[in-house]
């Protein structure tokens, strides 16, 4: 989207030919993709080599934009695309693109939802350049106006007007232990912490294998020790 190459409403069947439009009704976007609004299930798909052939079977038959469903599958059909687009694998686009320029030296990550390791110092970069609106350090990773395209919003323009559902390119919401209402981030399986308060300059980050028995009911606590630590 930065370089222009495409744009986060674009029907998928620009880059991948196994999706056509003819008959089809909504055709999925980018946008669909990456805010799990079309119709797709499941994760630890992406690893499959053919996954875009079999969802572009599947394409006449999928409501979009019909409802919002989490699931891993849509991502990586997203990025079956910008592997298309880059001719570069994913793994290695990571690399190249973000983990290396950022400065990481734990993250390994091979797709676009479930398989991703890091230590929290590392996570702590990523989410410090999303705090910087794009930057960091001497990179330019996006714009500003790029950056707000990927925050939290409504998706009435997608699922209809009666829609409460709120999602983000990547990212939600967060408001729990005092953090402000302009929080963001995203969740983890493993029940890893990622917490960007672009209001307060704060990033939190955790990392672990699985979360504890006493994990529910301790990790606000864990947030608002530090929020109630903020000195102005």
């Known amino acids: 989207v930065e370089q222009g190459v495409i744009r986060l409403d674009d029907p998928i069947s620009r880059i991948l030919p196994q999706f056509s439009d003819e008959g089809i009704t909504t055709p999925v976007t980018f946008r669909h993709l990456f805010t799990h609004t079309a119709d797709?299930?499941?994760?630890?798909?992406?690893?499959?080599?053919?996954?875009?052939?079999?969802?572009?079977?599947?394409?006449?038959?999928l409501k979009v934009g019909k409802e919002h469903r989490y699931n891993g599958t849509s991502i990586g059909i997203a990025l079956k695309a910008l592997e298309h687009i880059t001719g570069i694998t994913l793994p290695h686009l990571y690399q190249k693109c973000l983990f290396g320029p950022l400065g990481c030296q734990s993250i390994e990550s091979i797709d676009g939802s479930a398989l991703t390791w890091s230590n929290a110092y590392d996570?702590?970069?990523?989410?410090?350049?999303?705090?910087?609106?794009?930057?960091?350090?001497?990179?330019?990773?996006?714009?500003?106006?790029?950056?707000?395209?990927?925050?939290p919003q409504k998706l009435d323009s997608l699922l209809g007007p009666n829609t409460d559902i709120t999602w983000g390119i990547g990212l939600t919401q967060f408001n729990e232990g005092g953090l402000s209402s302009e929080t963001i981030g995203h969740g983890s399986a493993s029940s890893c912490t990622l917490r960007v308060d672009l209001q307060n300059d704060l990033v939190i980050t955790m990392t672990r294998s699985r979360a504890g028995e006493n994990f529910e009911q301790n990790h606000e606590r864990f947030i608002s020790a530090i929020t109630n630590s903020l000195v102005n």
């Not at 299930?41 to 038959?61: C, K, M, R, S, V």
């Not at 350049?129 to 330019?140: E, S």
């Open 40 to 61: 797709m299930d499941e994760h630890f798909t992406d690893t499959w080599n053919d996954l875009e052939q079999i969802y572009g079977e599947a394409y006449p038959y």
């Open 123 to 151: 996570l702590a970069l990523i989410g410090q350049m999303l705090c910087n609106r794009g930057k960091y350090d001497n990179h330019l990773f996006f714009s500003e106006e790029n950056f707000k395209q990927m925050l």
